[in-house]
């Protein structure tokens, strides 16, 4: 299947695509923060600007898109044009996020992915479900987490 849109309109719908306060994201954070726990956003000095920094539990948690970090779930599925660009952005995505990742882990600080598709779509689990897995997780000793949909 062809785009139905033009290359410019393409480019500047994309162009709008946010990293920040996306619903995935403030969905989390109002959950967690019913619960008690505080937290700082978007920590510029941290590798990958986690989306939500717990300094207290020296933990840290990012909420992915699945199709722009890489997840290996039915969400993510390349578009029909621009195969090639596509393929090289998300898995230059993937790698950054993967170096990232272990420098934080080096570093001492806890790391929790919860992905688009634990939260949205046909297999999602819930949303209170991921809340409170990611409460859990919050307390424990756990180093490394992900918390993604019913399909992966």
Known sequence: MTDTVSPEKRSEVMARVGSKDTKPELLIRTGLH?????????????????????????????????FWHGHSCPRCRMPNSNIDYWK??????????????ESLLDDGWRVLTIWECALTGKWRLGLNQVIEFASEWLLSTRTLCEIKGKAT
Do not use: M, T
Request: aromatic content about 10%.
């Open 34 to 66: 019913s619960l008690g726990f505080r937290y700082r956003l978007h920590v510029k000095d941290l590798p990958g600007k986690p989306d939500l920094v717990f300094p207290r539990y020296r933990a840290l948690i990012f909420v992915n898109g699945c």
């Open 88 to 101: 090289r952005k998300v898995a230059k995505n993937a790698e950054r996020d993967a170096v990232n990742r």
